[in-house]
């Protein structure tokens, strides 16, 4: 008797989606890992941004969106700078992040999300980072007060903190940006 092999069945509806609400041709993706060696936050991932793309050729959605890796991408672009397909992985982890918001995936680093998440809400108020104002707001959802104490008072003593945030002139154009985005999920 010949043994089975056993062969992985691609899931395309999975593919067809995120190709769909992303923008991006991720079926082109032949696998170069040009993006993966440019990636500035590839040592914080646990999946390296060509093996995103694989997932989502295969059907990977579970694993993709219970990964540490679509909270950790900076979105830098240059992944999309160096793929000869043109395709935009940021955009792609973009995707998979809404995804797993609106499935509510648990991650096994919560703080992430978190992050993130405080992280966007000082861009939108302030038009730029206003550190104090990110970590004070990520502290209070996190309830992880004192952690990191030390390393703030030093940033206090050599000035790398700013009490006050700084201002932009093109803040209303920062709040119509975020406005067509919530519009748009």
């Given at each position: 008797m010949a043994m089975q092999e056993k062969c992985i069945e691609p899931s395309f509806s999975f593919l067809k989606q995120l190709e769909e609400r992303s923008g991006q041709p991720v079926s082109r993706c032949y696998q170069c890992k040009k993006c993966t060696g440019g990636c500035p936050m590839s040592f914080a991932m646990d999946f390296y941004?060509?093996?995103?793309?694989?997932?989502?050729?295969?059907?990977?959605?579970?694993k993709l969106l219970s990964s540490r890796t679509i909270w950790v991408c900076a979105c830098c672009?240059?992944?999309?700078?160096?793929?000869?397909?043109?395709?935009?992985?940021?955009?792609?982890?973009?995707?998979?992040?809404?995804?797993?918001?609106?499935?509510?995936?648990?991650?096994?680093?919560?703080?992430?999300?978190?992050?993130?998440?405080?992280?966007?809400?000082?861009?939108?108020?302030?038009?730029?980072?206003?550190?104090?104002?990110?970590?004070?707001?990520?502290?209070?959802?996190?309830?992880?007060?004192?952690?990191?104490?030390?390393?703030?008072i030093e940033m206090f003593k050599k000035r790398k903190l700013k009490i006050l945030p700084e201002k932009i002139n093109q803040l209303k154009e920062i709040k119509q940006i975020f406005d067509k985005a919530k519009e748009k999920s």
């Open positions: 941004p060509n093996q995103v793309i694989r997932q989502v050729q295969l059907g990977g959605k579970a672009k240059t992944c999309k700078d160096r793929c000869p397909n043109d395709i935009d992985t940021s955009a792609v982890m973009d995707t998979l992040k809404e995804m797993a918001k609106e499935e509510k995936v648990a991650l096994g680093d919560n703080l992430v999300p978190v992050f993130h998440d405080s992280f966007l809400s000082s861009i939108e108020r302030y038009g730029r980072v206003y550190e104090v104002g990110m970590l004070a707001g990520y502290k209070l959802k996190t309830k992880t007060y004192t952690q990191d104490m030390q390393l703030g």
